[in-house]
């Protein structure tokens, strides 16, 4: 069924216009093998430098 402006409504739960919606969701990164701290630590700036790249780039 159309609304007033003839465009169908939004579905049930969706964001009004100008409200914001935040999604959270966890990121698991597991490293298998013998490897020392300085790996590990530029592993997981590199997920996060990726994730944030990703992010940032997104309206």
């Given at each position: 069924?159309?609304?007033d ?26 490293i ?28």
């Amino acid at each position: 069924m159309a609304g007033d402006d003839g465009q169908p409504p939004p579905p049930q739960g969706a964001a009004e216009p100008g409200q914001v919606v935040h999604y959270y969701f966890p990121v698991e990164v597991e490293i298998v093998g013998d490897v020392d701290d300085a790996v590990v630590n530029r592993v997981v700036e590199r997920v996060f430098a990726e994730l944030d790249r990703e992010m940032s780039s997104r309206p």
